[in-house]
């Protein structure tokens, strides 16, 4: 559904509350960001579902088919990245690292061949014993790389581009709407949600709560076909 038949949807089912509570465009607005948001957290893995013993989420990126689907839209590769003294400048949507590639060049009978190969993450402690180790430094053969505050440091230096994949997050969404004397149109320039659609149910859900309305699925799932039965 679409920002504004969301809007829609939820004041509908707000007004079914006996508190008759109506949520204002402006605050529908913030919360969308808001939602979007919770629903990234809960796709990427929610540390809150950990247990002693057991640190894995109920839900996580590519843990099921369905949640590979569902995320896909996330996934970003940049073919030829630049490597600049070293160092791949973070994106500016990054959210978290994916894999790296280079593009190894050798001759094979005569010809010049690209061989891929991983560029293995390590952390601060795993690159001080490689770096220090003659035979298990890093190599063109055997690329390495490494998050700190100011990039993804790849090692050896003298690598020019690698193929990067990573995690970007969602582009927020932007409910616009024109304020009208007693009425509100939908606006020209609206951003809409990038989740799959079966996914707009679950945002609706959480913007409920938001506003202190807890019904159960089916009950939303009635409300929809009611919304839509007359064509609001």
């Known amino acids: ?3 504004f038949e ?21 605050r529908f607005k913030q919360l969308c960001v808001v ?21 894995i989420s109920r839900q996580y990126l590519d843990a099921t088919q369905r949640l590979t689907d569902e995320t896909r839209f996330l996934k970003q590769r940049v073919a030829a990245q630049p490597v600049a003294s070293g160092i791949v400048a973070f994106p500016a949507n990054y959210f978290r690292f994916d ?3 280079y593009g190894y060049q050798r001759q094979v009978d005569g010809a010049a061949k690209v061989i891929w190969k991983p560029v293995e993450m390590m952390t601060e402690d795993e690159y001080s014993d490689r770096a220090g180790n003659s035979i298990k430094e890093p190599t063109v053969k055997n690329p390495v790389c490494l ?30 709407y024109v304020q009208e004397t007693g009425y509100i149109t939908e606006g020209a320039s609206p951003t809409e949600y990038e989740w799959p659609k079966h996914l707009h149910r679950d ?8 506003i202190g309305i807890n019904i159960r699925e089916q009950q939303l799932e009635q409300y929809a076909e009611q919304h839509k039965a007359q064509g609001v």
Request: hydrophobic share 45%; aromatic share 14%; charged share 20%.
């Open 1 to 3: 559904m679409t920002l």
């Open 99 to 101: 894999a790296m590639r």
């Open 35 to 55: 939602v979007n948001l919770d629903l990234f957290k809960v796709k990427m893995g929610l540390p809150e579902d950990y247990q002693l013993g057991a640190p």
């Open 147 to 176: 998050i700190r505050s100011d990039g993804i440091y790849v090692y050896p230096t003298a690598i020019p581009q690698v193929d990067f994949s990573y995690i970007r997050y969602p582009v927020d969404p932007v409910f616009d």
């Open 6 to 26: 969301q809007w829609g949807l939820v004041n509908y089912i707000a007004n079914k509350d006996y508190e008759g509570n109506v949520i204002a465009p402006d």
């Open 203 to 210: 945002l609706t859900m959480m913007i409920l709560g938001y």
